[in-house]
């Protein structure tokens, strides 16, 4: 299994950046799929997820708070690939973006995903 983040950068407060995470070797459709972030002395903090899409409406998104309304998750199960839309960012959304994928029921903590990508390096300046 493999995930491959990419799209991170530098931009100032106010900008936008688009996220991709490619991922290759499962069954992408049947996997939950998360972003998480971490900034220099923090821990690994939890950004979106989107569930696998089983449902007739499609998949289930969550946020967290700090981001709510500013970022965007979805998924393209033909390209195996989600995204995460980042606008209105602030300073305090420094930090390395990782993707994750999830095989199982939850999807909200960094333990109940399976395998990681890299991560990208997001930088917004004041």
């Known amino acids: 299994v493999q995930l491959q983040a990419s799209g991170g950068g530098l931009v100032q407060a106010g900008g936008s950046l688009r996220l991709s995470c490619a991922t290759s070797?499962?069954?992408?459709?049947?996997?939950?799929m998360g972003w998480f972030r971490q900034a220099p002395g923090k821990g690994r903090e939890f950004v979106a997820s989107?569930?696998?899409?089983?449902?007739?409406?499609?998949?289930?998104?969550n946020y967290a708070d700090s981001v709510t309304g500013r970022f965007a998750i979805s998924r393209d199960n033909a390209r195996n690939t989600v995204y995460l839309r980042m606008n209105s960012l602030k300073p305090e959304d420094t930090g390395v973006y990782y993707c994750?994928?999830?095989?199982?029921?939850?999807?909200?903590?960094?333990?109940?995903?399976?395998?990681w990508g890299q991560g990208t390096q997001v930088t917004v300046s004041s």
């Open positions: 994750a994928a999830s095989g199982g029921t939850y999807y909200r903590r960094p333990a109940d995903f399976d395998s």
């Open positions: 070797g499962l069954i992408f459709s049947n996997y939950n």
């Open positions: 989107i569930s696998r899409s089983i449902s007739w409406n499609g998949p289930t998104t």
